[in-house]
């Protein structure tokens, strides 16, 4: 994507009502007005709150919240000029229960408040295969610690991903850390009983994925 068409989308995210693009400063100080009031403020009701974190494109949350209207849905990335797309299919289709927020996923506990979110949502994330990048991996025990803190007491966390790497390292954390692991399943679209709202929406490298006969992995866990 040419650097023009970046800023064009960076101007145009600035001018949607469902983007929030908080400075790094005002999270880490406490500044962030929707901190614990995203139904409030956003939504304007009270519904469970859903977060999809590294959204990408934004696809997964918008189709997530199409098929849910009763829940709300909050794509996250550093990336805005990605999830532009999806901000603006969910104005032009006019879906309410959808908003994007730029920041990085290690400072999700300072955007979100004391169990305030219901369930996440973790897509195709980079699995950081080297073992000098494992702090960034979204499933090591510090994600999980800040999953922990803004997460309600029965919520769940879902892992998708392409990476057998990812689906083994995560699992064995999980065992060895004590969590509940509620389902799993190396292969969700060759095996019967996969939940339907993992194999009835595809992001855009999903669908590229299934072309090459690459198995799509799942975990549904609790956090203890």
């Known amino acids: 994507m040419g650097s023009k068409n970046k800023l064009k989308r960076f101007r145009e995210n600035e001018t949607f009502s469902n983007v929030f693009q908080p400075t790094r400063e005002e999270l880490v100080d406490s500044q962030f007005n929707l901190k614990g009031l995203w139904n409030e403020i956003v939504f304007k009701n009270n519904n469970p709150l859903v977060l999809e974190l590294g959204c990408g ?15 709300n849905f909050i794509g996250i990335d550093i990336k805005g000029a990605r999830f532009w797309r999806g901000a603006k299919t969910a104005i032009e289709e006019s879906i309410p229960n ?44 510090e994600f999980l610690k800040r999953y922990k803190t803004i997460l309600k007491s029965e919520g769940v966390v879902n892992l998708k991903t ?60 609790k956090i203890k």
């Open 57 to 71: 494109k934004g696809e997964y949350s918008v189709e997530l919240a199409k098929k849910y209207p009763e829940k």
């Open 98 to 141: 959808v908003a994007f927020l730029r920041t990085q996923i290690e400072l999700i506990d300072h955007a979100f408040g004391k169990a305030e979110v219901d369930e996440i949502w973790i897509t195709f994330p980079d699995p950081q295969i080297k073992y000098k990048r494992t702090k960034h991996r979204m499933t090591n025990s």
């Open 162 to 221: 392409d990476s057998e790497f990812m689906h083994g390292y995560t699992l064995g954390l999980l065992h060895g850390g004590g969590h509940e692991v509620l389902y799993a399943n190396h292969n969700v679209y060759k095996q019967e009983g996969s939940p339907e709202e993992v194999t009835s929406i595809q992001t855009y490298y999903e669908s590229q994925y299934l072309e090459q006969n690459k198995p799509i992995t799942y975990i549904r866990f």
